[in-house]
């Protein structure tokens, strides 16, 4: 058979502020419509500009500042790539000579013996992400897909479905510490196991399952690595646009709708159904506003005490997807503590360059952002207490417990105590440690900006 080549290249245009004003008040709280799923205009996807700050102290011209927000996006999908990735996901390694190989049969037989194992908690998706060579997201999602047979299901064109799922993971940004494509690997690969919560597994229908992955693996795409109220302070394009509400929620939503109508992975199905689609996974997306969090966690803890879900209803059914998705998504304090180290230091890593950026600006530095006054151990001590634990209790009850839950809790306990320890120990440094000198003339001059 020949080689087959599919190549897409396009520029990404600007976006544009004078949208539609039925559009903008659809987005505006945050929900969405489905009378007027007709009339919105997809997100391209790739739109996020670079946050470049010289524009707060400039008056760019206009033309200047779209100018450096278009980025040239060239796609290579090998037919070749696409069969060897097949062979791999059904755990059968090509030995064709002349067959294409991203990596070697060592690596290879590695990640599918990871992926044999990939229900279970302790996955370590950052080397899964090393073994499939910074395709964790891709490989991953193509063998859920076969998992739970989503592609028969949905008589979907294999060659649409890389296409797209190589815009998803391309479009997440690699420089960003803890916003990147292993990111929502992880919180693909967290969703899996609770969509395998008996509680759940035996009423969810194959379409619950398609979006409940999809939403998975795009509830960041094209994350810029800094919060909303930065975009909203520095008078962000998207703010405007979504006027300061769920901002890069509602963006990873729309150039994720984007996305699926450039690659065609919907297009054979009827237009009203994938226009659900569409609805549906915008409402998943948007719940993983954390603003939002105390109006999820109160709705769910009623439907507990009052024990009214069912998941025989359709309404219920995307509720308990919205929780599951929320739970994956700040579920990294609920790993083991090697993991959960490692993706804590990465987000406050990302907390502290946009901390930097506000400070080298002249911007009020936002909370957990100032390196100087927020330790890791202090910030990670706060996000469980507030965020996590309370959302994950109501999780325990819900799964009645299940084995997974109360190993998850177990973790959680665990890696607060450890966050503790550290918070004291960093206290008690801090305390004991002399205050620097001044240096004198020689030094480098004094004056209060050596103060430390």
């Known amino acids: 058979m020949s080689c087959l080549t599919v190549e897409t290249c396009g520029a990404v245009a600007c976006k544009r502020?004078?949208?539609?004003?039925?559009?903008?008040?659809?987005?505006?709280?945050?929900?969405?419509?489905?009378?007027?799923?007709?009339v919105l205009l997809a997100e391209r996807r790739g739109s996020f500009p670079l946050i470049d700050l010289h524009i707060l102290k400039t008056s760019a011209q206009q033309g200047e500042v779209e100018s450096g927000t278009k980025r040239k996006v060239k796609r290579l999908l090998s037919f070749q790539r696409y069969c060897h990735n097949s062979r791999l996901l059904r755990g059968l390694v090509p030995h064709t000579p002349g067959s294409l190989h991203l990596l070697d049969d060592d690596y290879l037989g590695q990640a599918a013996h990871m992926l044999s194992k990939v229900g279970t908690w302790n996955f370590d998706i950052f080397l899964f992400d090393r073994l499939t060579n910074g395709n964790s997201l891709v490989t991953l999602m193509c063998h859920l897909f076969n998992v739970y047979g989503l592609i028969h299901h949905f008589q979907l064109d294999m060659v649409k479905l890389h296409r797209f799922l190589g815009m998803v993971q391309e479009d997440y940004h690699s420089q960003n510490p803890y916003h990147n494509a292993v990111h929502a690997a992880d919180v693909t690969q967290a969703m899996y196991c609770y969509l395998k919560e008996p509680k759940l597994a035996e009423q969810l229908s194959p379409p619950d399952v398609f979006?409940?992955?999809?939403?998975?693996?795009?509830?960041?795409?094209?994350?810029?690595?800094?919060?909303?109220?930065?975009?909203?302070?520095?008078?962000?394009?998207?703010?405007?646009?979504?006027?300061?509400?769920?901002?890069?929620?509602?963006?990873?939503?729309?150039?994720?709708?984007?996305?699926?109508?450039?690659?065609?992975?919907?297009?054979?199905?009827?237009?009203?159904?994938?226009?659900?689609?569409?609805?549906?996974?915008?409402?998943?997306?948007?719940?993983?506003?954390?603003?939002?969090?105390?109006?999820?966690?109160?709705?769910?803890?009623?439907?507990?005490?009052?024990?009214?879900?069912?998941?025989?209803?359709?309404?219920?059914?995307?509720?308990?997807?919205?929780?599951?998705?929320?739970?994956?998504?700040?579920?990294?304090?609920?790993?083991?503590?090697?993991?959960?180290?490692?993706?804590?230091?990465?987000?406050?890593?990302?907390?502290?360059?946009?901390?930097?950026?506000?400070?080298?600006?002249?911007?009020?530095?936002?909370?957990?952002?100032?390196?100087?006054?927020?330790?890791?151990?202090a910030i990670q001590i706060g996000f469980i207490s507030y965020i996590v634990e309370p959302l994950f209790?109501?999780?325990?009850?819900?799964?009645?417990?299940?084995?997974?839950?109360?190993?998850?809790?177990?973790?959680?306990?665990?890696?607060?105590?450890?966050?503790?320890?550290?918070?004291?120990?960093?206290?008690?440094?801090?305390?004991?440690?002399?205050?620097?000198?001044?240096?004198?003339?020689?030094?480098?001059?004094?004056?209060?900006?050596?103060?430390?």
């Open 393 to 452: 209790k109501e999780w325990l009850r819900f799964t009645e417990p299940s084995v997974l839950s109360q190993t998850l809790m177990g973790h959680l306990h665990k890696n607060k105590a450890r966050w503790s320890l550290l918070r004291y120990a960093h206290s008690s440094e801090t305390q004991t440690r002399p205050p620097a000198e001044k240096p004198g003339p020689e030094g480098g001059g004094g004056g209060e900006e050596d103060i430390p």
């Open 211 to 377: 979006l409940g992955l999809m939403a998975a693996a795009a509830h960041d795409v094209d994350h810029p690595g800094v919060n909303q109220p930065f975009l909203i302070k520095t008078r962000h394009h998207l703010a405007s646009l979504y006027q300061n509400t769920s901002v890069l929620e509602s963006h990873h939503w729309r150039s994720t709708v984007g996305m699926l109508r450039e690659s065609g992975l919907l297009s054979h199905l009827p237009p009203d159904m994938s226009l659900d689609m569409e609805q549906q996974l915008g409402s998943l997306i948007l719940a993983t506003d954390i603003s939002r969090q105390n109006e999820f966690l109160l709705t769910f803890r009623e439907h507990l005490d009052n024990q009214d879900l069912d998941l025989q209803l359709a309404s219920h059914r995307h509720f308990m997807l919205q929780i599951a998705l929320k739970c994956a998504d700040i579920c990294n304090p609920c790993r083991v503590w090697e993991l959960s180290r490692q993706w804590s230091e990465r987000v406050c890593e990302e907390f502290y360059r946009q901390g930097d950026l506000e400070k080298k600006f002249d911007l009020e530095i936002s909370p957990l952002c100032n390196q100087q006054a927020d330790s890791v151990p």
């Open 17 to 38: 502020l004078e949208q539609d004003a039925l559009q903008v008040r659809m987005l505006a709280d945050g929900r969405l419509s489905t009378g007027h799923a007709g």
